[in-house]
């Protein structure tokens, strides 16, 4: 059954155009993370990079290539949430993720930085992730996101002051398709540290971070009410640079969501509270402490960006972590959407956080959608991705059996209808060197 | 297997023999000898590294147990056997039989285990628990003591702190034995302890009684940047190797030193014994096989040129830690019975972790006479070592590798106690050794498995249904979290 399910992947592989034409996959136990649930014997068909339709008995049409999964599970692309991805190669070696830059805080962009050559994207690609979450991190204010090395780069240390605002800027939503325009969505989500972090941006303690997150909001409000005066030099003097301003318009407007970087109980209360007396629209980010206001959170309808590894107290907002904190988010009735810990490398890891998450009680489903449907409602693209439904791009997934497991492979991935190639640099590293007899030295070996 | 089981004892024969916690009886046996010639006076206390070989012993006592037959399970044994419908009897600490259909014998606890697996309890040969604890404030960190690249004088264990809520973790995740390691900002970077993974007061406490030294180096990028950036030596990978060969000289020249005035008090001469200095001390452990070298190393091309440094001065390198680079000379390291203890996914925080492959461990493991690790170095990885164990596993397969999961249960039991010198006590299900298991309610190659029970020494050090066998330690009371978490 797998190798006819091998041979038809990569025949389609082969075959596939830029363009991609009409296929279907048949027999596949088909995982849709949309309203149609599972499907136990589902047909998935696909025309010009969008699924046109998904069900038990959708019609093949006519001159359509067929890749029966024989039994095989389908699933959305993965997606890889709270990432590097793109922004980044080695990370001691720099990354276009954070700035210090003063009059460039909220207008922080990550879609500038992109790179869709990234020896990153085919790693977390062959491994069944199709879409990103890019986002940028505060300098000096940021955590984990330098710890993905040995002992030299963990337990702490005094870190730089940071040198712009409050804000860390502005997150995008890219796709891992081989291909030279990555970006899929700009400007999804505004990332503010909060807690520890965001009390170092404010100058040492919550009470000014929060006081001075506050004032920058009026001033964007007064800013937005009037732009002429503020270009004559006739408005009272606002903290922020015109760019930070213009940025935070939709913010002010709730048109974009905040993405609060916050982990203690108490300042995710506080991050709450802010949000209804601001009118922002949020979605928290850590939430290590969440489960101990779980019911606040879910009135709240604020979903929220999670490791679900987190169980250590790694610093003082985290000292309740716990492994159950998922499954009790969850079943408060919060959205969740799963991470990873590192920058960018250990993407992959995504899929077995998730399985990890149901071993310590979140619902199957719940899971899959932490890593598919739920990131994609929260960063404004469930239009086109995160679900197998019609009208949707045609960025899928088939598994050599469950998702979850480090003993599953992924086989083949789609991206718009377009079969990826199922290789990566690390791929040829390991069969330039599976043979250490080879009569030529491994470098004629490519 | 067999001759992999033949090698693995003669090395824990050679290093128990000679271990640091073993010299007394060592000595007490030679003493009298010399004795008998000349009787010369002891040196004052402290001065002698013989008689203060080990001046800080284990305390360590196993938790109460009783005689226990865990019946119908799945037994993956760490000798590469699967044992299907298992009994795993043990008592009085120690594995007394693992065998299919065996009925419990009187007056043993049965714990009826179909559907479960059993495993040796795994062991982390890379951990930097205690001396990173949480939460991981500048006034936990101790593991690096970057004053000087050369710092063989210190040990691990001076730095370790018993209330790291972190043991905790690693052992709801199945960890019984953990190798302790300084840091890698020095090229020597002192001593490491190995510790039975069950709560104590102190560091001794926790001690693996009789487990020798280890003595941790390291290559590459992390000590040429932390001196680097200070304006002194090693600036420079070429400088590395300095710093290292300046050392083994020293080391042979004390080493030198002390074997001369032993070999004259032997003769009854008058002699007169250098002046004990402790970092010299541990290095000269390490050219007498009492001392077994942990060397982070990445590169493939350091590692060839860390075994040549090794056989210039005429010691061991037990392991290479980290190693991504292990599968481009995986038949060197075979050739020279070095380990390689590595992750599966960790890859790109810096040049030298460039190249590292998910299939390394297997590729190791599949030339003849190789030993593949997988490790943590890392407080939540420690805690999932299956789950790397199962990444690599696959990432095998999808090589083309044909591999069990009773060989991959190696990878995490019975090759780290090979590298940590300790396989003749654990790192397998095997009659005589210490009753370290674990039960897990899955095959632990699923992300789905969770232990129920985890065993140190036959006592109960973890029981996923018993708060009174979920340890908290000091740091947490008073927390709203408190027990498993």
Redesign the interface.
Known sequence: MKSALMAACAALALSAPAFAETFAVTHARVLTAGPAGEIADGTVVVTDGRIVAVGKSAAVPAGAKVVDAAGAVVTPGFFVTDTGLGLT?????GDDQSASNASVSAAFDVQYGLNPNSI?LPVARVAGMTSAVVVPYASGANEGDAD???????????EGAPAHGLFAGQAAVITLAQGTDILTRAKVAMVVPFGDGGAKLGGGARGAEIVAFRAALDDVRAYARNKAAYDRGESRELALSRADLEALIPVVQGRMPILAQVHR?SDIRAVLKLAREENLKVILSGAE?GW?VADEIAKAGVPVVMYP?A??????E??????ENAAKLSAAGVALAFTY??????A??TR?NA??A??HGVPYDKALAAVTINPAKMFGVADRKGSLEPGKDADLVIWSGDP??????AKAVFIQGVAQPMTSR??E???R??D?NRSLP?AYTH | MRIWVTAAAVLATAAMGGCATTGGAAQAASRPKAEAKAAPKPLPKGLDPQASANPFPSTYKPLAGRPTAIVGATALTGTGEQVDNATVLFKDGRIEQVAAGLPAPAGYEVIEAKGKWVTPGLIDTHS?LGV?A?????A??D??ELTNPTTPEVWAEHSVWPQD??FN?ARVGGVTTLLI?P???NLIGGRGVTLRNVPGRTVQDMKFPDAPYTLKMACG??PKR?YGSKGRAPSTRMGNVAGYRAAWINAADYKRRWDDYRAKVERGEKADAPKRDLGLDTLMGVLNGEILIEN?CYRADEMAQMIDISKEFGYRITAFH?AVEA?????KLADNGICVATWT???????E???????NVP?VDA?KGGCAIIKS????VT??LN?EA??A??AG????LNITEAQAIRWITANPAKALGISAQTGSLEAGKRADLVIWDKDP??????TERVYVDGGIAYDRRDPSRQPVSD??LG???EGV?
Do not use: C
């Open positions: 190669e080695i990370s001691a070696v990153l993905e090395g040995d002992e030299m780069t963990s337990g702490g240390g005094p109980a402490e101990m590894l169980d250590r107290p790694e610093t003082f985290t000292l309740n972590a716990t492994m810990d590192g920058v960018g490398h250990r992959r890891e077995y399985g990890n149901v071993a979850f497991e480090p003993l599953t492979q690390q791929l590293l390991r069969d060197y599976k250490l491994p | 930097h990173y949480a939460p991981a404030v500048a936990h960190s593991g690096n809520p972190q973790t390691l840091g890698s900002g990028e992390n932390v982070h980290h599968y481009k000379i995986a038949d996914n960790w890859w790109g925080g810096k040049m972790m460039a190249d590292s492959v998910e299939a590729l030339i170095d890392d407080p939540d805690q999932r789950q199962a990444e596993l696959a397969r999808a090589a083309g190659f699923s992300i789905y498995a969770r740091f947490e927390l709203a979290r978490r």
